[in-house]
């Protein structure tokens, strides 16, 4: 039922030895599979944490690192919630989804987590959370469940993904800006790959 895997006591870069890039973004189908995926195998905990990545976009180290407190308000999962990256050092909020929020309330029951608790739970005790390696180490069995080539995809992919379909859908990069956190428009531009992407639909669209 907790399927979070334990981390060696000496951890190590998740990507060491493997190859880097630009990580694709989850399609809708995908997202779909991979939650039916979860919820038949009965994973509470990888369900919450995989809804909240793809809703919050967060990176993999904010991400990691909240706790119940950061999203719970009087006893509830709150719809909206704000937190201040590492990265950065400036905050960024971020929709909870209804579905979200009932999978995280559940999982959190679940666990009997406290608001000061880690949202993500390590095992060792020497660790209060889930490591980013970790998070890496589900994110590949989880796309691996669903036929999907885990060395195209990779924690990015789930801070890419709503970003992505939300580009798509408004093409406001400004709204994708904010959600990302990015100080720059042009980091937000060049996190999207939009330019090659646009280009390529309209070659698509360009009959000779």
């Given at each position: 039922m907790?399927s979070f ?6 951890e190590?870069?998740?990507n ?6 630009q ?6 189908r995908?997202?779909?599979a991979?939650?039916v995926?979860l919820q038949l ?6 369900l ?5 990545a793809?809703?919050s ?6 991400l990691?690192?909240?706790?119940v407190?950061?999203i719970c308000?009087d ?12 990265k950065?050092g400036r905050p960024?909020?971020?929709?909870i989804?209804?579905q979200t929020r009932?999978?995280l309330e559940a ?18 005790k ?5 490591s980013?390696?970790q998070y890496?180490r589900?994110?590949e069995?989880w ?6 080539d885990?060395?195209?995809y ?6 890419r993904t ?6 798509r859908?408004?093409?406001n990069?400004r709204?994708?800006?904010l ?5 720059r428009?042009d980091?937000?531009v060049?996190?999207l790959?939009?330019?090659i ?9 360009t009959?000779?």
């Open positions: 907790y895997f334990d981390q060696s006591a000496e190590q870069v998740w060491k030895g493997k190859l880097v890039g990580k694709a973004p989850l399609k809708p995908d997202i779909w991979i939650r995926r195998a009965n994973k509470p905990g990888d919450a944490l995989f809804n909240l793809i809703d976009k967060l990176r993999a180290c904010d990691v690192s909240l706790k407190r950061d308000h006893g509830r999962v709150a719809p909206r919630a704000k937190v201040m990256q590492q950065t960024v909020q971020f929709e989804t209804r009932v999978a999982w959190i029951d679940l666990a009997e987590l406290g608001l000061t608790d880690a949202l993500f739970p390590s095992r060792l020497a660790s209060p959370h889930l980013t390696r890496a589900l994110l069995s796309v691996a469940s669903v036929g999907l885990p060395i195209a990779g924690t990015h992919s789930m801070r709503k970003a992505s379909l939300i580009y859908k408004t093409k990069l709204a994708v800006q959600l990302l956190g990015h100080t428009l980091s937000t060049r996190y790959g939009i330019e992407d646009d280009a390529l639909e309209v070659a698509e669209q009959e000779l």
